[in-house]
């Protein structure tokens, strides 16, 4: 992304909390501007954040989260895109292709770890550009932001490896928190799985009880691990 361009653009409105102005020298932008440094590094390069910065990252956008509602409405234009799976470098030139935020918008429709070896990446820029840009970025659950899928496939062990347990805790806390659907300009459904057949009304979405784990039947498992079937 470029950093000049960003630069031009209005910061989010959301309140930043005491945590921001507590924490000595943090800042989003320089969490934005480190995770964006490796560019032009050769692929796999990782970004050591420290811990508490990734840790007020997930507070943040915990608190950015939870003033948006569980169907969220989106403005057309915007770029949709899913996922990443951990695939930090595809995700640079992703957002290199196709634009910067708050010019472009985005709306990912989950999957950001697991599978991939820098889920860590990937979430914590993308967390960081929902906080400087609530309105421009969205980011919906997917299956994989999920406690017990994380356990099998990279996540928790990436969490372990680079960091501890309590961060992957903290993760799965913020996931619980996710919306698990958007509505386009007024037409276009999104939702990282399919439809379900309990789904009579769109309000039933936004009924839906946060925290929540993903269950194992009901609406909010078929929005998120409906495939489309031949019959
Ligand atoms: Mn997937």
Not at 102 to 128: C, H, M, N, W
Request: glycine letters at 8%; one cysteine or more.
């Amino acid at each position: 992304m470029n950093k000049n361009k960003r630069s031009n653009s209005q910061s989010s409105d959301v309140s930043m909390g005491s945590k921001s102005s507590t924490e000595e020298g943090f800042s989003v932008d320089s969490i934005i501007e480190q995770l964006l440094s490796v560019q032009n590094k050769s692929p796999g390069t990782l970004v050591n954040l420290k811990l508490k910065e990734i840790e007020t990252i997930i507070d943040l956008a915990g608190e950015v989260i939870m003033t948006q509602p569980m169907l969220l409405e989106i403005n057309a234009p915007v770029i949709v895109g899913t996922d990443v799976h951990g695939q930090y470098y595809d995700l640079l030139r992703f957002f290199n292709d196709a634009g910067n935020p708050p010019e472009t918008s985005y709306l990912f429709l989950g999957d950001y770890v697991d599978r991939g070896k820098q889920s860590i990446e990937s979430i914590v820029l993308l967390l960081a550009l929902k906080i400087k840009y609530p309105l421009k970025v969205s980011l919906l659950r997917g299956n994989h932001e999920d406690q017990n899928i994380t356990k099998i496939y990279g996540f928790l062990d990436e969490c372990k490896r680079r960091y501890n347990l309590k961060l992957w805790k903290q993760f799965i806390n913020l996931f619980n928190h996710f919306p698990v659907s958007a509505v386009i300009g007024g037409r276009i459904l999104c939702m990282h799985g399919g439809l379900s057949p309990e789904l009579k009304n769109l309000s039933q979405i936004n009924k839906m009880v946060r925290p929540t784990g993903i269950p194992e039947s009901g609406i909010l498992c078929d929005l998120l691990w409906s495939d489309p079937a031949a019959s």
